[in-house]
């Protein structure tokens, strides 16, 4: 079975957060290497081909945008401000921020992404509260024009170290002293000849259930978010 970090809430006793583990068994592309990280405790025997699933919606993003033009720098994004803490766990999935930044070095534009949880989102190593947040790397080569590698991972940040992040952007480290060095899980990884479609696909559906994901690729969040946004806003101004 994959690493329970693919759960929902990160949890081993929850469901897998769809549709991420069901399209990663799909994928199929002789040019494109791909990992994974397993659960250590437990196996799956496929006996009849069938399998659980907790149905979801999610908005696939089409990012039509060539990466070369794509300016480097960092990017920070946080659900609108006039939503409360229900409305962030509801329609956000305890979303608190997406931080990414682009950088650029002898032909390869990296990408790197951190994904935030609200401080109700933990989890409990040995005895440790630890804050996870999703990262997301890749590398595109400009000439070629496609992503030679690309990697899911789980950054552990202890309480201390979560609040010191999470309301700066990824060149926090560059601005300090001392480097907040978060405990790294690798979770998935792909190698060679990746298309822009197959980045943004696993990107989205990685960081599942989070439209600040959507609102980076498109500009705007899915069209049933921004109607909830829009009654809650009609509402506060009243």
């Known amino acids: 079975m994959a690493h329970p970090y693919f759960r929902r809430g990160m949890s081993e006793f929850a469901n ?8 990663y068994w799909k994928f199929k592309d002789d040019k494109v290497k791909t990992y994974i990280a397993l659960d250590a405790n437990r196996v799956r025997i496929d ?9 979801d919606t999610w908005y696939g993003a089409s990012f039509k945008k060539r990466i070369e033009e794509i300016s480097n720098g960092v990017v920070k994004i946080r659900p609108p401000a006039e939503l409360d803490e229900m ?33 109700k989102v933990t989890i409990n190593i040995d005895e440790i509260e630890y804050f996870p947040v999703r990262y997301i790397h890749a590398e595109y ?40 060095k978060a405990k790294t899980y690798k979770l998935f990884k792909m190698n060679e000849n990746i298309s822009v479609e197959t980045w943004i696909t696993y990107t989205s559906h990685f960081c599942t259930g989070n439209p600040l994901v959507f609102e980076y690729f498109e500009g705007k969040y899915p069209e049933r978010i921004q109607k909830i946004i829009d ?3 009609n509402k506060t101004s009243i």
């Open 47 to 55: 006996v009849d081909d069938s399998a659980y699933l907790e149905l």
């Open 141 to 180: 080569d400009i000439k070629n024009k496609i992503f030679r590698h690309f990697d899911g991972a789980i950054h552990l940040y202890e309480k201390d170290e979560y609040h010191q992040r999470r309301d700066c952007d990824l060149n926090f480290n560059e601005k300090i002293k001392i480097h907040l």
């Open 231 to 233: 009654n809650i806003g």
């Open 16 to 23: 897998f957060a769809p549709q991420f583990i069901d399209l």
């Open 87 to 119: 409305d962030i766990s509801l329609f956000f999935n305890e979303a608190y921020s997406l931080d990414i930044k682009w950088t650029e070095k002898n032909g390869i534009k990296t990408f790197q992404a951190e994904e935030f949880k609200t401080d």
